[in-house]
Structure formats: C-alpha cells, structure tokens
C-alpha cells in the first residue's frame, strides 16, 4: 500500500527550448523520456510530481504506462490513480513549470496545444468540485500570469458519464475568486482521444494573458484512474494576435 506520508505540491524550474520557428517546447511531452523514481512514483523526467497529502489508506499512483497515445510514435505514456479516496477533491500528476515564463505577448503565430488524454475511470459523475477545484479523471491546467500581473488558470476537464440528477458540467465556469476558469467535455471510457486547443483564446476567455507559467495533467475526485500522451505546443494555420479578450469569451462562453 502507498504511504501515507503528507506530499507538497513540488515545483521545478524547467529551461524553455525553442523549436523551429520559436516555438516553445513542453520537455519530454511524449513521455518517451525516463521516469524517475520519486517515493513510490514514477515521474516522467522534466515533471514533477503533483500530489495531494494522502488520508490513512488512500492510495495514490503515478506511473509508466506501456500504452502509446495515438498522436505521435512511441511506446509508453503516463497514468494516474487514486482509490480509497475521502470526499475532498484529491489529486494526482505531474506539473511542468517554464523558466522564464513563455511571454505569449511576443508570439507572432497562434500558439496551439495538442495532447492525447484517456479517461480510464471515475467514481463521479459528470465531475465534481471540492471548493474551487473542479474533480476529472483528466485535467489539463494551464497557469499564466495576465497584464496585471496576477497568476489565473485555465482548466479542462475530460468526464465520462452524466445523469439527470447530477449537476450540470462546467463550461465556462469562472471559480468563486475569479482566478480560474473551467471547461470540461465528455469522451469514452478507456478510449484514447486527441484534443487541440488554440491557447491564447483559451485563455482570453479569463484574462488577457501575459505569459505562461505552467501546464499541469492531473486526475482529481475521489477514486480516478486516467493517463496523457503527447503535449506539445504547435504553431497554427491562422494568426489570432489582435483578437482581443472580449470578442473571444464572448465565442466560448
């Protein structure tokens, strides 16, 4: 059984590569890279592990998974669990922080996010929320800091089942203090699925962003089970540097 030992959220400094074009690069985004041990985990080089403190039995998982998402070539993936889990928003994955910060203000290209996730399991419908944290198999989080200078998130969240008696899944819904905003989409259980999404109008649906901090892949709820592949940044086919944030949340929300 995992230990029951309280982890902190850890944050690394991570140097931004430029690809071709100057595309800023999420560091072994394929998962194809090393796993270092970390306690009982196995954390994909680059990543630091992203934990909630754990309850006496809960067990909280993070691994290897010899199961490619389909965007790029390769043999292995990252994958999350967590079971006997308390009713409280519990987490489990990795985070990546960018040092310096990707100044999204100098881009010239659209910046575009790519990734596979797959929901494997969750014991909660729709999703959840455990005060202001929205509770997914899957989540992707982006942080970044806007023109004020203040850190907000952006998060979206992939479920896989809903009913009449639960609540309504979150689209766009901005968090009580007005720091985060969530999007959320049903997809297949078990099944890999591949999502894009244009950044900057992702995150214009809060704030006018300034650069970006971080990208965080986690599970959260009571019990999960979930995995990730593949993001990466990409340059896209059209510019979006003079939309501005009210034309976009005026589209997405």
């Known amino acids: 059984m995992k230990r029951s030992m309280i982890l902190v959220v850890a944050m690394s400094f991570v140097v931004t590569r430029q690809a071709t074009g100057g595309v800023p690069t999420i560091l072994n985004g394929d998962f194809e890279g090393p796993f270092i041990p970390q306690g009982d985990d196995f954390v994909p080089e680059h990543w630091v592990l992203s934990e909630s403190p754990l309850e006496p039995g809960e067990i909280s998982i993070l691994t290897s998974s010899p199961d490619n998402g389909p965007a790029l070539p390769g043999k292995t993936s990252v994958e999350w669990s967590r079971t006997n889990s308390q009713p409280k928003g519990d987490g489990t994955g990795i985070i990546q922080q960018f ?60 479920y896989i089942w809903t009913e009449p008696s639960c609540p309504a899944p979150p689209w766009g819904f901005i968090v009580p203090d007005g720091n985060g905003i969530v999007f959320s989409e049903q997809i297949p259980a078990g099944v890999w699925w591949s999502a894009t999404f244009d950044v900057l109008a992702q995150l214009r649906t809060l704030a006018e962003p300034k650069s970006i901090y971080s990208v965080q892949l986690v599970g959260a709820g009571w019990d999960f089970d979930g995995a990730a592949d593949n993001i990466r940044f990409a340059e896209g086919p059209t510019s979006v540097a003079q939309t501005t944030w009210g034309s976009v949340k005026s589209l997405y929300r």
């Open 99 to 158: 040092d310096p910060p990707i100044d999204v203000t100098q881009l010239t290209e659209p910046l575009l996010l790519n990734l596979d996730v797959k929901a494997i399991s969750h014991n909660l419908c729709g999703g959840g929320w455990y005060f202001s944290r929205p509770e997914f198999p899957v989540r992707l989080d982006i942080f970044f800091w806007d023109q004020s200078d203040a850190l907000k998130y952006w998060s979206y969240g992939w």
